[in-house]
């Protein structure tokens, strides 16, 4: 019985782990869709992460690299009554990964229109230079 309960929780423990595999690099733009003003949130739990700004469009310019499948980023945006409301948030791997993993997203925000910016960045380096 213990050997069965043990073969069933490492089966368990593998279907849960992630695995570093080929170097993915995507882009993403955003317009501004008609929005006057940005409110933006950011959310990685690891990798590097750059965030600097730009004057006019797109909102959002974002270059995004990483080895772990479920590690794609999700960007999603929709404007409401005037406000555009930016998220882009690290794909979760549901539990451990094994193997050399690489996680770096250069994103570019748009300074002309006024923002409210959070950012969750929780583990690697990170580069803000939002100034004018």
């Known amino acids: 019985m213990r050997v069965v309960r043990g073969v069933l929780l490492a089966c368990v423990a593998l ?3 992630s695995r570093a595999g080929k170097m993915e690099q995507e882009e993403k733009k955003v317009e501004s869709a008609g929005a006057t003003q940005i409110e933006a949130q950011i959310a990685m ?3 590097a992460l750059e965030l600097v700004s730009h004057y006019g469009e797109p909102v959002l310019d974002g270059l995004f ?3 772990v499948p479920k590690w794609k980023p ?3 945006y929709a404007v409401k009554s005037g406000t555009g409301q930016l998220s882009v948030k690290q ?5 451990m990964v094994s193997g050399k993993t690489q996680n770096w997203w250069q994103l570019s925000l748009n300074t002309q229109l006024a923002t409210q910016l959070q950012v969750d960045h929780k583990q ?3 580069r803000l ?3 004018s």
Request: glycine letters at 26%; one cysteine or more.
């Open 74 to 76: 999700d960007v999603s």
């Open 124 to 126: 690697g380096p990170t």
């Open 91 to 95: 794909g979760s791997s549901g539990g």
């Open 65 to 67: 690299a990483y080895n």
């Open 15 to 17: 279907a849960a782990c």
């Open 129 to 131: 230079d939002l100034g």
């Open 45 to 47: 739990d690891q990798g």
